[in-house]
């Protein structure tokens, strides 16, 4: 069975990735991939839905770093949406939390990036 499963929808143009399972080495590249060519679009944001995630490790940390620096880049807003320990402690230690827009739901992070 995959352990990391994946699914974009559209709020106001903004495209909400939600990813449901374990992110690892194993399994970050097809998010990242997904990510970057969404970001290839420049929408108005990006939001990563992190709240069905089971396993975060330093390849889910590495991927949201990329991301922020490549959204960035680009001019697009980026936002994680997390209301779980198992996401949300390893970015406090490594003080990734600092660098993301954390949002603790979708609605609240469409409504913050969209300005």
């Keep these: 069975m995959n352990k990391l499963d994946q699914r974009t929808t559209y709020v ?3 495209p909400i990735v939600a ?3 374990e992110i690892d080495m194993m399994s ?3 998010v990242t991939s997904r990510l970057t060519e969404l970001l290839d679009r420049k929408p108005p944001a990006l ?3 992190l ?3 089971r396993f975060f ?3 889910g940390i590495r991927a949201l770093v990329e991301t922020q620096a490549q959204a960035d880049e680009l001019g697009v807003r980026f936002g994680v949406v997390s209301d779980t320990r198992v996401v ?3 970015l ?3 003080a990734v939390d600092q660098v993301l827009r954390l949002f603790a739901d979708v609605d609240d992070a469409v409504t913050a990036l969209r300005g």
Aim: charged share 25%; hydrophobic share 35%; net charge negative.
């Design 92 to 94: 406090e230690m490594t």
């Design 51 to 53: 709240r069905e995630v």
């Design 88 to 90: 949300l402690r390893p």
């Design 12 to 14: 106001q143009s903004i």
């Design 47 to 49: 939001v990563l839905d």
């Design 19 to 21: 990813v449901t399972g």
């Design 28 to 30: 970050s590249a097809p």
């Design 57 to 59: 490790g330093s390849e």
